[in-house]
């Protein structure tokens, strides 16, 4: 319960719902519903927005906290992307999306990005047949994910095939029966509860 309340002040806080808690998150039990204000005892009077600085701090909180990056984590990304060819903000999308964690999550097999890291590292998934234990594991185009086969009877899981649906039109395809997604192309069109352009220019100071 504590760990729960914890998760929800990280939300009240940030302004933002970040699927932290999984179904709960789209109920109305969702705490930036039903206590939309800060947590703390000045929360109902604090006016969001603010200085520049504020705002670029505040989305790099969204993503530490959506994706369980550290600091350190968080600055070896950005310093990449600045140093790659590519755009900064599709190089940082792309280093996210396709974390193992994110991709299970991406493709239903868990209801949260934090469950997906859960259960990756306690070896619940493969990639090519091979256990990842590691959430940060960079998941490559070509590459299938799979739910252990011992854990496909889980109660976790057992239920899993009637929720997934077959994906024809993402950067994924999901197998119900098996288990298991493809990963077909970069990810596309995934929404972000968070300004990335914020964050590149909080890092470029």
Request: charged content about 30%; some cysteine; aromatic content about 8%.
């Amino acid at each position: 319960m504590r760990l729960l309340k914890s998760k929800e002040k990280k939300e009240r806080a940030l302004g933002t719902k970040l699927g932290l808690k999984a179904y709960r998150c789209s109920s109305p039990k969702c705490a930036t519903i039903r206590r939309p204000s800060r947590p703390g005892m000045h929360g109902r009077k604090f006016v969001r927005g603010g200085s520049e600085f504020k705002l670029q701090l505040m989305e790099k909180q969204k993503i530490k906290v959506s994706y369980g990056l550290t600091e350190r984590q968080m600055k070896n990304i950005f310093k990449k992307a600045s140093e790659s060819k590519k755009s900064a903000i599709d190089f940082i999308n792309q280093k996210l999306e396709m974390r193992l964690d994110s991709v299970v999550f991406r493709m239903g097999l868990t209801p949260s990005l934090i469950m997906a890291r859960h259960l990756v590292s306690h070896g619940h998934f493969l990639v090519n047949g091979r256990k990842v234990t590691i959430p940060s594991y960079q998941v490559r185009v070509g590459d299938i994910v799979a739910v252990k086969e011992k854990m496909a009877q889980h109660l976790l899981f057992k239920d899993l095939k009637n929720i997934l649906k077959v994906s024809k039109d993402s950067w994924f395809s999901i197998d119900p029966e098996k288990l298991e997604g493809k990963v077909k192309s970069m990810p596309q069109a995934v929404e972000l509860p968070f300004n990335i352009n914020l964050v590149v220019d909080y890092y470029s100071r």
